[in-house]
């Protein structure tokens, strides 16, 4: 167990719909970063939070989004949903400052 | 961006081998961790290990930072070692984003 949990653990959507998935990071950490895994591929990044303000992002449309609240959780939002959005969602938290990313369970989203 | 090389692709052990798992980078690093993925997706972090040797039980990882490659051993492998191991780095100028390789795909049968 790793502390940071994630919801829903799976989600099924319609190409063109929005989808929000949650991320609460593990106690006493304030970096939340994102990262997509396709299937049979390594997880991408996405973005990472730092004190509610985006961090970094990695080669992603601008239709993925997110939040990082003063409790550090997260939100990543993602608009107009595409077939190949298909994939699960990971969430990492670390403390600024260290280098050690924890992941979650990760949200399993279908996009039909 | 750094690339990150990860072999074999596939491992298939019988239980109560050995295996070297190797993970080449394209540029320096200030952070590498290992990870193994179970099969319900989660990653658990295994080593965190930018350079030098670290020892976790059965498990351990050795990385040469000069030479650009981390290296993981398991020995005395379990069924329940089964899933995908992941290296991931920082580094390249990019101190916010871990780089993935696509990993190494071990099964071991009983």
């Known amino acids: 167990e790793t502390g940071v949990t994630q919801s829903p653990t799976h989600l099924i959507k319609t190409r063109g719909q929005q989808v929000t998935l949650r991320c609460s990071s593990q106690s006493g950490h304030n970096t939340v970063s994102w990262y997509q895994q396709a299937l049979g591929q390594g997880p991408q990044f996405i973005f990472q939070y730092y004190r509610e303000e985006e961090n970094g992002r990695g080669n992603f449309p601008p239709r993925f989004s997110g939040l990082q609240f003063p409790n550090y959780s997260s939100e990543l939002n993602v608009n107009a949903l595409e077939l190949d959005d298909s994939a699960l969602y990971l969430c990492a938290s670390s403390l600024a400052g260290t280098d050690t990313q924890y992941f979650g369970p990760g949200t399993r989203l279908t996009v039909l | 961006g750094i690339q990150v090389e990860q072999s074999p692709p596939d491992l298939i052990l019988q239980e109560g081998a050995n295996s070297t798992l190797r993970c080449n980078f394209s540029?320096?690093?200030?952070?590498l961790q290992w990870f193994h993925q179970n099969p319900w997706g989660q990653l658990i972090n295994l080593f965190y290990i930018p350079s030098g040797t670290k020892q976790n039980g059965r498990l351990s990882a050795t990385t040469v930072a000069t030479e650009r490659y981390s290296l993981l051993y398991i020995s005395s492998s379990q069924t329940t070692d089964s899933g995908v191991y992941f290296c991931a780095v920082e580094g390249g100028g990019s101190n916010y984003k871990l780089t993935f390789g696509k990993g190494t795909l071990l099964t071991v049968n009983p």
């Open positions: 540029d320096s690093v200030n952070n």
